[in-house]
């Protein structure tokens, strides 16, 4: 059975610096995975979708990789701003549905 | 473009009471998916449609609930004599084809039982 976990659950950091958050899944047999963002009462909002057959994919201050072979995938965040606090998810696609984590909330503070 | 719509965004019910909740996906989504959300969880799968017939409802978790999606557009969420147990944040969301697709979500419905 696939599972996902993120680590840590809450991370605050102040206005500026470089994080990342950390996704684990067991079972290496999946189509891609997403990064979400999820702020407080609101849906989610995709930011990253690796496909199985590469390694990172970039967009503005975010990079996310993967590493199929460990279960392991990691979302970088550049120069953190007060507006990247909300919760963040990952996600495998796992024979068609999503089997998510249970989320990283972040705060960065001014 | 319009993206993926929920309808109502919140539900009160009474316990034992019938729901039906909305989804209308994204134009030309073969794909549609629900997902149940409780408060400090990820969400988690219900069930899946390619076109007009459920391809996985494995994450349906009793036969209180049931979905249709009859023209392979527009779905409704259906729960029977809804328990208190079944307040959460149901999700919806749909992509282009299954199996690797990039899926993209409505904003939810949040349905209290009391």
């Known amino acids: 059975k696939q599972e996902v976990t993120q680590i840590p659950a809450a991370l605050s950091v102040p206005e500026g610096e470089n994080l990342v958050l950390n996704c684990s899944f067991t079972?290496?047999?999946?189509?891609?995975l997403q990064w979400f963002r999820q702020d407080p009462g609101k849906g989610l909002t995709s930011l990253l979708l690796i496909q199985s057959s590469q390694r990172e994919q970039t967009s503005g201050r975010l990079n996310a990789s993967l590493d199929k072979s460990s279960g392991r995938s990691t979302l970088y965040i550049a120069a953190s701003q007060p507006g990247d606090s909300a919760t963040y998810l990952c996600?495998?696609?796992?024979?068609?549905?999503?089997?998510f984590g249970q989320g990283t909330t972040l705060q960065v503070k001014p | 473009g319009a993206g993926v719509s929920q309808t109502p965004s919140n539900k009160v019910t009474e316990k034992g009471k019938y729901v039906e909740l909305r989804c209308d996906p994204i134009?030309?989504?073969?794909?549609l998916y629900w997902y149940r959300q409780s408060l400090g969880q990820g969400p988690e799968f219900l069930i899946y449609f390619q076109g007009t017939g459920a391809a996985d409802d494995s994450g349906l978790p009793n036969d209180r609930f049931f979905a249709v999606r009859p023209e392979g557009s527009v779905s409704t969420l259906k729960i029977q004599r809804t328990e208190r147990g079944d307040s959460a944040v149901y999700l919806c969301a749909s992509s282009l084809r299954p199996d690797g697709y990039e899926q993209f979500f409505g904003p939810g419905t949040r349905l209290t039982v009391l």
């Open positions: 079972d290496s047999a999946i189509y891609n």
């Open positions: 134009s030309g989504h073969t794909a």
């Open positions: 996600a495998v696609s796992h024979t068609g549905k999503l089997i």
